[in-house]
C-alpha cells in the first residue's frame, strides 16, 4: 500500500502560483508513476498531469500545458506539482495519485487506473 498526502493548497490571486506537494509513504516510490487530478464542485474529477517512475517522460492536461510543471524526488519521496498564472478556473480540490510504473513508459490520464489516492489539498483562485 501506498499513502499519499497532499500540501501547499491555498488562496492564491489569478495570475499568482503554488506549489502542491505531495508525500508518499510505503511502497517503493520509485515503482510508481505519479499523477495529479482535480476535482471542482460539482465536476467530474480530471486530470491534470502524470510523470513516469523515474521522471523521464511527463504528459500534462491541455488545459494546464505550458502553466503546470509535474516533477518527482524520488529520494524524497516526493512528487510536486508547481502551478503558474493560476486562473479561477483552476480552482478545485486536487489529488495526487500512484500507478504502478516500474521500468514503464506507459502514462495514464484515467483516473480509475491509479490504485492509491491522497485527501486532497483545496486550491483557490480568486478573480
Known amino acids: 500500500q501506498v499513502q499519499l498526502v497532499e500540501s501547499g493548497g491555498g488562496l492564491v490571486q489569478a495570475g499568482g502560483s503554488l506549489r502542491l506537494s505531495c508525500a508518499a509513504s510505503?511502497?517503493?516510490?520509485?515503482?510508481?508513476?505519479m499523477g495529479w487530478f482535480r476535482q471542482a464542485p460539482g465536476k467530474e474529477r480530471e486530470f491534470v498531469a502524470t510523470?513516469?517512475?523515474?521522471?523521464?517522460?511527463?504528459l500534462y492536461a491541455d488545459s494546464v500545458k505550458g502553466r503546470f510543471t509535474i516533477s518527482r524526488d524520488n529520494a524524497k519521496n516526493a512528487a510536486y506539482l508547481q502551478m503558474n498564472s493560476l486562473k479561477p478556473e483552476d480552482t478545485a480540490l486536487y489529488y495526487c495519485?500512484?500507478?504502478?510504473?516500474?521500468?514503464?513508459?506507459?502514462?495514464?490520464?484515467?483516473?480509475?487506473?491509479?490504485?492509491?489516492w491522497g485527501q486532497g489539498t483545496q486550491v483557490t483562485v480568486s478573480s
Open positions: 495519485a500512484a500507478k504502478y510504473g516500474f521500468m514503464t513508459t506507459y502514462l495514464s490520464s484515467y483516473a480509475n487506473e491509479y490504485a492509491h
Open positions: 510505503g511502497r517503493t516510490f520509485s515503482n510508481y508513476a
Open positions: 510523470i513516469t517512475w523515474n521522471g523521464g517522460i511527463t
